[in-house]
C-alpha cells in the first residue's frame, strides 16, 4: 500500500535531526516534517504532565498536517509520554529510548554507562527496562547542561568539553566499555566524545534502530512513499539558524511559533 502523507518527528529541539538523519537515510522518498520545539527546551528537567502536554502539542501540530506516523525523536518525551500519546491518538507512534540492551548484551567488563537527561532516567518506562538487567552494572550519568549548550550552537566549547570530562572520567575510572547515549542531542556530541573516551569504549544510540523500526511500522501499517522526490520541511519555534546550521545548511528552516 503506498501513502503519500509525511513523517512527522518532534524533538524539544534540534538534537532529533540526528534520528531525522537515519530515517531519510534509510527512506529518502519519504516526505517528512520536523518540528524543534527549542522555545521548551530543555525537556529533561520538566514534570511528566509537563512533557505530556507539550508532546500532546506537537503531535496535534503533525496531525493537522497530515502526518501518517509520529516519530517521537526525543528520548525525554518518548520515556514520559508516549504511552499517553498512544492512548489518545489513533496513529502509530515510533519512540526512542536508550539502547541499552546491545550495550548490556555484549559488555566484556558487565558496566555500562549511560548519559541521559533527568526526565529520561528518572522516568517510569526507563527504570524497568533497566530492571531486566541485573548482571549489569549500568552507571547512569545526568548530562546537566548539555542540552542548552547544543540549542545554542556550542559543541565546542570550552564549557562543553568541561561538562564532558567531568561526566565521563567517572565512568572511564570505573571500567565500563559502552557508553549509551540516551538523548538524541547527543549524537552531535561523538567527536569530543571521542576525543576523551578510551578507544576500546564503544559509543551507541539509536538512530538506525529508530529507522529501521519506522520502515517496519509503515511497511506493515501506514503504507510507503512511492519513490520520487521527496519533500523535507523543517519548523522551528527558536533561531531558525542554529537547526539549519546542525543540518549543515543543506535544508531550510520555516520559523513557527506553535
Ligand atoms: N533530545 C531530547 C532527548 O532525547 C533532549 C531532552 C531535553 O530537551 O532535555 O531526551
Sequence with gaps: MANNNPIGLFDS???????????????????TIYLADS???????????????LSIKNTEFLLNLNAKIIVVACNTATTNAIKELRTKYDVP????????????MHSKTQKIGILATKGTLSSELFNKAVEIYQDTIIIEQIGHGLVELIEKGQL?????????HSYLEPMIKENIDYLVLGCSHYPYLIPQLRKILPQHIQIIDSGEAVAKQT??????????HPEGKSTNIFYSNGDPKVLEAILNHQHKVTSKDF
Design 156 to 164: 565546542n566549547s570550552p564549557e562543553m568539553n568541561r561538562l564532558l
Design 39 to 53: 522555545k521548551n527546551a530543555p525537556y529533561g528537567l520538566k514534570s511528566k504532565d509537563e512533557i505530556i502536554a
Design 13 to 31: 529541539g534540534i538534537g532529533g535531526t540526528s534520528i531525522w538523519s537515519a530515517i531519510h537515510e534509510l527512506m529518502p522518498y519519504e516526505e
Design 93 to 104: 507512534f515510533i519512540g526512542i529510548e536508550p539502547a541499552i540492551k546491545p550495550a548490556a
Design 215 to 224: 520502515y517496519n511500522v509503515l511497511n506493515a501499517k501506514s503504507g510507503l
